[in-house]
Every structure is written in structure tokens, then in C-alpha cells.
């Protein structure tokens, strides 16, 4: 077992120093805090380039589906193949620890087996699911910011100004770095750039992947392909219908919190059971 232990570090040493350089530029824009394992994802990158990796199967597309919601679809690709890289290099770095364990141990069992091939398959469960948790923690922020946003909106329209410049006031005067003001800069830069504001604001709706999103891009597009007038109407009955939408979300959120909070008071009431009864417990024990 030891043999072995050392023989898959040597190779997996002997592929990061292959791949360091190789990669290096590639890997420089990620974020540490979000990559813990940048310095290694060389090795990763190296395994699917010799291997040839495609890249589409069924679960890419669903992976990559939900990247270019997280990154855009510009570096959607680019992420991908990191996602990948990051899952092999901790599968590779598990079985590691694995082998390395497994030589402190009298015996391999076969269920000191079947628990390193569990951990390998929880990575690439783990994997998909956090990249799902951050597409709805995505979408339940914008959820939450879109009602002050549509309600500034209204009035500065009401007020008399264009869509565009409305829209321009409010991003310019918000001091907000949330992910749907993220997104309203990015359609305001998109405008200053020369794309039409019908593409923009489709473009904004792509991105954002809500439907009430969406439903008030096509409101938006419509003013602006018809030069319709009753679009304060339209707007304020889709703020009264989105400050609905926040309270639902504001309530979903405090309902997480509630069960995250359920496993730690469970622990804390089996502690505090213990506590009580060892005694009580012991006492019996001893007077037998």
C-alpha cells in the first residue's frame, strides 16, 4: 500500500511540474478566494488536454448552462474547463490522502474501499450542486433588488425622462456592488459601446434568466420599438407584482435560515440530554 501511496504522488508531482509553466498565464485570472486549488489545477488542465477531452456530454451542457448564468457566456467555456480541473485535481488530491491513510491501517477493508470511492463521487456531486447554489443565490439576490430598482425607475420616468437616462441616473448615483447592479452597468456600458439599447436590454434578460426580468425587458423593447405611452401603467403594476415577488423571496430566505440553524440546536439538545442523564446514568451503574 505504500508503494502505491508513494507511486500516485510521484506522478501527480511529476504532472504539476510538466504543467506549471504550461498553464500558468491560464490560470492567472482566477480568484484564490473562490479557487483554493489554483496553484494545482495545472494538473487537471494537463489530464484533459492529453486526454482530449470534448466537452460535450449531456452534463457539460448542463454545467456550462449554468456557468455562462455565473460568468457570462463569453468565458463560459473558459470556466469550464477550470470546473473540470478544479474536480480532478481534489479527486486527485483525495485519493492521495486516501492511499496515504489506507497505510496507517492494519487492514484494507472493503469498506475502507467502498468510503474512497464514496468521497470521489461525493466531489463530483458536490461540485454540480455548488455550482447550483450559486445560480439561485444569483437569482434570489437580483429577486431581492429589482423592486427598489423598478420603483426609482417609474418615478425618474415619471418624471419625464427616457428610459435610457433614467436608467443611466440610477446606476451612475448607486454606490450598490450587487449582482443586479453588476448587471445594470453592464447594460449601460453595452449602450456607451455603440450596441442598440433593443440588444441590450434582450442581452440583460438573457443574462439575468428571471422572469420578471425578462417580463420587463419586453416592456421596455416594446416602448422603444412602438413608442408606446401606457408604459408607466404597465411598469407600475409590475413593481406592485415584484415587491410581492420580494416578500416571497425575503420569506424564503428566513425559512433556509431556520433549517440551518435546525442541525445545530439538535446537536446542541443531544449535548445537553447527555449532560444530564451521564450522571444519572453512572449512579445506576454503580449501584448495581
Not at 510521484?10 to 504550461?22: G, P, Y
Not at 454545467?63 to 485535481?89: C, F, H, R
Not at 416571497?248 to 425559512?255: K, L, S
Amino acid at each position: 500500500m505504500l508503494i502505491v501511496s508513494l507511486v500516485v504522488l510521484f506522478i501527480f508531482v511529476i504532472l504539476l511540474i510538466l504543467s506549471k509553466n504550461k498553464y500558468s498565464e491560464y490560470i492567472e485570472p482566477l480568484d484564490k478566494e473562490e479557487y483554493k486549488l489554483k496553484d494545482l489545477l495545472s494538473v487537471g488542465l494537463f489530464i484533459l488536454d492529453k486526454t482530449k477531452y470534448s466537452y460535450n456530454t449531456e452534463y457539460d451542457r448542463k454545467v456550462l448552462d449554468k456557468i455562462s448564468e455565473l460568468k457570462g457566456p463569453k468565458y463560459s467555456v473558459y470556466y469550464l474547463q477550470i470546473y473540470w480541473a478544479n474536480k480532478i485535481t481534489l479527486m486527485f488530491i483525495i485519493l492521495i490522502l486516501f492511499l496515504f491513510v489506507g497505510v496507517s491501517q492494519e487492514e484494507i477493508t472493503t469498506e475502507y474501499v467502498f468510503f474512497g470511492i464514496f468521497l470521489l463521487a461525493l466531489v463530483v456531486f458536490v461540485s454540480y450542486k455548488e455550482i447550483d447554489k450559486k445560480v439561485k443565490e444569483r437569482r434570489l439576490s437580483i429577486q431581492i433588488d429589482f423592486p427598489d430598482f423598478l420603483n426609482q425607475l417609474v418615478l425618474l420616468i415619471s418624471a419625464g425622462m427616457t428610459v435610457s437616462r433614467a436608467w443611466e441616473k440610477i446606476v451612475d448615483q448607486s454606490e450598490k456592488d450587487t449582482v443586479l447592479y453588476e448587471e445594470l452597468r453592464i447594460v449601460l456600458g453595452d449602450i456607451r459601446a455603440g450596441k442598440s439599447e433593443i440588444n441590450a436590454f434582450e442581452d440583460f434578460a438573457k443574462r439575468c434568466r428571471i422572469p420578471e426580468i425578462t417580463r420587463f425587458s419586453s416592456i421596455i423593447i416594446q416602448n422603444l420599438n412602438k413608442g408606446s405611452g401606457d408604459i408607466i401603467p404597465l411598469l407600475l403594476r409590475q413593481a406592485s407584482e415584484c415587491w410581492e415577488m420580494r416578500k416571497h423571496a425575503a420569506r424564503r430566505i428566513g425559512e433556509e435560515a431556520s433549517s440551518k440553524l435546525l442541525f445545530p440546536m439538535m446537536l446542541m439538545f443531544v449535548a445537553v440530554i447527555l449532560i444530564v442523564a451521564t450522571p444519572a446514568v453512572l449512579a445506576i451503574m454503580g449501584s448495581m
